[in-house]
């Protein structure tokens, strides 16, 4: 059984920088894309980025793709999302995603695998 787990959420003024991780235990997923996804208090969960099994291609939401940057490293099994330029809108939790393909999913059903969740909280 997969598990993901996220790392490097926290507290950062407007304007920083954060850098979020997921790693899974139990098996790679380097066959499958991957992607965040976020939840602020009282509204739905929402696409940020993805990635491709490959790496190769790469997608974000209109509201963070000049500010955000997906990758991921194949050797360390990880995957990361880098955020710039933060504002408090950027504030919610923010999920890793596995899918069970290795393009990146139209279909929210296609997302089959979620971490618990870490915590971005940005400041004015």
């Known amino acids: 059984q997969v598990t993901l787990v996220e790392s490097g959420g926290g507290l950062v003024q407007a304007g920083g920088s954060l850098r979020l991780s997921c790693a899974p235990s139990?098996?790679?997923?380097?066959?499958?894309?991957m992607g965040w996804f976020r939840q602020a208090p009282g509204k739905e969960r929402e696409f940020v980025c993805a990635?491709?099994?490959?790496?190769?291609?790469?997608k974000c939401a209109d509201s963070v793709k000049d500010r955000f940057a997906i990758s991921r490293d194949h050797a360390a099994i990880t995957m990361s999302l880098a955020m710039d330029s933060v504002k408090p809108e950027d504030t919610a939790v923010y999920y890793c995603?596995?899918?069970?393909?290795?393009?990146?999913?139209?279909?929210?059903?296609?997302?089959?695998?979620w971490g618990q969740g870490t915590q971005v909280t940005v400041s004015a």
């Open positions: 990635i491709t099994a490959s790496g190769a291609h790469t």
């Open positions: 995603a596995g899918s069970n393909v290795a393009y990146i999913p139209q279909s929210r059903e296609r997302w089959t695998l």
């Open positions: 139990g098996r790679t997923l380097s066959n499958r894309a």
